[in-house]
T-cell receptor, first 112, second 114 residues
Framework: SQTIHQWPATLVQPVGSPLSLECTVE??????LYWYRQAAGRGLQLLFY??????ISSEVPQNLSASRPQDRQFILSSKKLLLSDSGFYLC???????????FGQGTRLTVV | GDSVTQMEGPVTLSEEAFLTINCTYT??????LFWYVQYPGEGLQLLLK?????DKGSNKGFEATYRKETTSFHLEKGSVQVSDSAVYFC?????????????FGKGTKLSVIP
């Protein structure tokens, strides 16, 4: 069966520090991969999605970037965090575009 | 673009009460519709789905019917339990013309009290 791993679960980082969140998927090949952010009291915002190695689409301009160095690995990064980057970050995968996505457990990021 | 509107919460119900969470969407073409559930501190779990008009998705006593004429996908459960306390998200997925969107509503927090 397929599983998705996301880490760390919680992270407290100072303003201006770098960020690296990692997500890996097991049990499937060539998944579509997604990063979402959930701000407090708001819905989910799609940040990036990827349909293959090295292929990244950004949905909103921001202080973040994403990379997909391997088929089942998706990384969310920032060179310098802002206070507004705080939130709950969720990685997800799907078989095809337009189908349901399966989510990791999320990373609670607090920028102080 | 696509959008999802779901009833704002929070919703507080007594155990064994009937639950309805309304969801309407705007989308071109023929999207797939989903309900996700998020328990405190966790990621989202797929609760149920429907992929074409008049389909009924069901799971764990929850149901939702894909109503294309009213562009709705309301979530219902006949008798809620304390363990159903969570945030529920309606979502619509559409793929076409080289683009992809899985768009979520803002979520409805449900609290069930004994």
């Amino acid at each position: 069966s397929q599983t998705i791993h996301q880490w760390p679960a919680t992270l407290v980082q100072p303003v201006g520090s770098p960020l690296s969140l990692e997500c890996t998927v097991e049990g499937t090949s060539n998944p579509n991969l997604y990063w979402y952010r959930q701000a407090a009291g708001r819905g989910l915002q799609l940040l990036f999605y990827s349909v293959g190695i090295g292929q990244i689409s950004s949905e909103v301009p921001q202080n973040l970037s994403a990379s997909r160095p391997q088929d089942r690995q998706f990384i969310l990064s920032s060179k310098k965090l802002l206070l507004s980057d705080s939130g709950f970050y969720l990685c997800a995968w799907s078989v095809f575009r337009g189908t349901e996505a399966f989510f990791g457990q999320g990373t609670r990021l607090t920028v102080v | 673009g696509d959008s999802v509107t779901q009833m704002e919460g929070p919703v507080t119900l007594s155990e064994e009460a009937f639950l309805t969470i309304n969801c309407t969407y705007t989308a071109t073409g023929y999207p797939s519709l989903f309900w996700y559930v998020q328990y405190p501190g966790e990621g989202l779990q797929l609760l149920l789905k429907a992929t074409k008009a008049d389909d009924k998705g069901s799971n764990k006593g929850f149901e939702a019917t894909y109503r294309k004429e009213t562009t709705s996908f309301h979530l219902e459960k006949g008798s809620v339990q304390v363990s159903d306390s969570a945030v529920y998200f309606c979502a619509v997925a559409y793929s076409g013309a080289g683009s992809y969107q899985l768009t979520f509503g803002k979520g409805t927090k449900l609290s069930v009290i004994p």
